[in-house]
């Protein structure tokens, strides 16, 4: 049947395979024939460059990376907590504030929040003061938390109500078995979201350009960005994203492992899934 119908299925898939490895090294080969690697190296692998980023691009863009990120999860992770419970409440008043709050914030993008906190809130408020690091934590965690509220709230629904139940028959008050029993067995349940969460935040934190820096406040792309205009190379710009790589691969095989051991709970986070 499979000589007068033709090729089978299998074959077809195996030439169809063989085609496509065939068009990609043609490719290659034409990239590596016709490229001025000269010009790419100087525009992309300058190692004198690359030097004299170093040891700043550590000491002073990773390690503001990382302060800023930190900064912004944790503010957005115990308002995220708040807004879960404010959501799951049985007071409809909270619940509305709760919904207002997360579908806003969800449906803002992170850049307008960082202009909003930098420049609306001076002009809103004159004489209002607020430093980088403050306005990079309320920035980064107004963002996240509207996120990971949801996180939070899908979490708690997991657990099972007979936990709950039985703490209860045993006179645990309501809010006791939600902080000892509840809370604890849902952060176990949405670490591999919170992770993700985590890595969206050390992305959006080079969003903090926006609001000015000295040269001992840049991350990293404020940094890559000037030292891009000072050496009109892209070189800096390379070394800036092997430094984010550093942040978020660990994170992700992180996230992976725990997603493995824990599961995720069928959540996921902005952009995540």
Known sequence: MAGKAGLSK???AKIFRISQYVLLL????FIAVTADWAQIKRAFFDFD???DQFPEVITIALKNTLVYTVLGFAFGLTLGLVLALMRLSSVAPYRWLSTIYIEFFRGLP???VFIAIGTGIPLAFPGTFLSREVAIMLALGLVGAAYMAETIRAGIQAVPKGQVEAARSLGMSQGRAMITIVIPQAFRIILPPLTNELILLTKDSSLAYLLGS???QQELAQFGRQALTSFKSLTPVLVVGLCYLIITIPLSLLSRRLENKY????MTTRGVG
């Open 10 to 12: 299998r074959q077809r």
């Open 26 to 29: 043609a490719v290659v080969v």
């Open 49 to 51: 460059v690359a030097a």
């Open 110 to 112: 992170a850049l307008l």
């Open 214 to 216: 000295t040269l001992a």
């Open 263 to 266: 599961g995720d709970g069928g």
